[in-house]
């Protein structure tokens, strides 16, 4: 595959929630392909680990050739990303890839959901995806080079799944918006996608001992996925590789979307 660093170098990305799980995984491989990486969680601790975590890996490998720079707040703040901008282009020189990454899943059916949950998922999922996107591009239309804006979607954007019906809602929002921001990117030679990962092994699913092997058995792959198998899929969206592919959702789940099997008894 082309690599993610050309046909320029010193590419440098913002990623949201990458503290741990799925994000992190995406840092660290970015990192490794010589980007630089503007690394994001809400927690301060965390996303300060996070980076150091990056740029303690092993010298002369090549995950030395980017360098990553912890970026504490909430991502649904718009004042907040636009700082993350502004922190992107003053320290690295500019903003080519904006990963939408952060999100948050909260449990709760048509009948026990409160507007406090609501829009606690709506602000994050949707608001914080939607901004991050017009104020990361607003950037690359000054540079004039493109770039890559890319939304963390979910199969259950594509399938119901029990207790996440705003979760839900949100997920297949974010793919109407990669869609619909085709119309005003596409001009700029910025490509916008987003990816929908089924079940996946990261600090928080894998607290649930029941989670292997019932994600192993209703998958059709018969495991769930790594965050490499999504971070591998990020960096092929976000590549000179797939330039010609925008306004895309790439599902990544095993199979489980083909046959919709439930992780109930």
């Not at 080519?96 to 949950?117: E, L, W, Y």
């Amino acid at each position: 595959m082309e690599s993610i660093t050309s046909p320029r170098n010193n590419r440098t990305a913002i990623i949201t929630g990458a503290g741990i799980g799925i994000g992190f995984a995406i840092a660290k491989a970015l990192v490794e392909q010589g980007v630089h990486v503007v690394l994001n969680d809400f927690d301060e601790e965390t996303a300060h680990k996070a980076a150091t975590r990056i740029n303690a890996l092993e010298p002369g490998t090549s995950s030395m050739r980017g360098n990553c720079v912890a970026c504490p707040g909430d991502a649904s703040d718009v004042a907040f990303i636009q700082h993350m901008v502004e922190t992107a282009a003053n320290t690295f020189g500019s903003v080519d890839i904006a990963i939408a990454n952060a999100g948050i899943t909260i449990f709760g059916d048509i009948f026990t959901t409160t507007p406090d949950a609501f829009q606690t998922i709506v602000n994050l999922n949707l608001r914080g995806s939607f901004f991050l996107a017009q104020t990361a591009a607003r950037q690359m239309r000054v540079q004039q080079t493109g770039g890559s804006v890319l939304f963390m979607s979910s199969v259950v954007g594509h399938l119901g799944h029990p207790g996440l019906p705003v979760y839900s809602m949100t997920k297949a929002g974010l793919e109407m918006l990669a869609k619909q921001l085709v119309i005003d990117f596409s001009p700029l030679g910025i490509t916008v996608n987003a990816i929908a990962p089924g079940a996946t092994l990261t600090e928080r699913t894998l607290d649930d001992p029941a989670y292997i092997p019932t994600w192993s058995r209703i998958t059709p792959m018969g495991r769930p996925a790594t965050v490499d198998d999504i971070a591998n899929a990020a960096l092929f969206l976000v590549s000179p590789a797939s330039r010609h592919i925008t306004g895309q959702s790439l599902v990544v789940d095993g199979g489980w979307t083909s046959v919709g099997v439930p992780p109930v008894n």
